[in-house]
């Protein structure tokens, strides 16, 4: 199962299965939200980012590589990529 970690009218927030890191998804489908609901989502996961890796220990991808459709993003920390194929 995945972790969640948070949940709202706008997003959700929970490991990402595929990279093993917290991402952020908007629950209307589509691309490009509005600026406020970005900034609602950004804020949500930089919440849960801090509290697993620690303040300024994570970068946020915005970049929507298998789902272009949707808008989604990742707090990916720097052992990310290792962690993804040493399972």
Not at 6 to 26: F, I, K, Q, S, T
Not at 27 to 50: F, I, K, Q, S
Not at 53 to 64: A, N, P, Y
Request: aromatic residues 14%; charged residues 30%; glycine residues 4%.
């Amino acid at each position: 199962m995945t972790e969640w970690y948070h949940e709202d009218e706008v997003c959700w927030v929970a490991d990402c299965e595929v990279c093993d890191v917290p991402m952020v998804v908007w629950r209307e489908h589509g691309p490009t939200p509005p600026d406020e609901a970005v900034e609602h989502m950004v804020a949500r996961l930089t919440e849960v980012a801090d509290w697993r890796f620690g303040e300024g220990k994570w970068s946020l991808d915005r970049v929507m590589r298998q789902i272009p459709d949707h808008f989604h993003a990742h707090a990916r920390d720097p052992d990310w990529w290792y962690r993804r194929f040493s399972r």
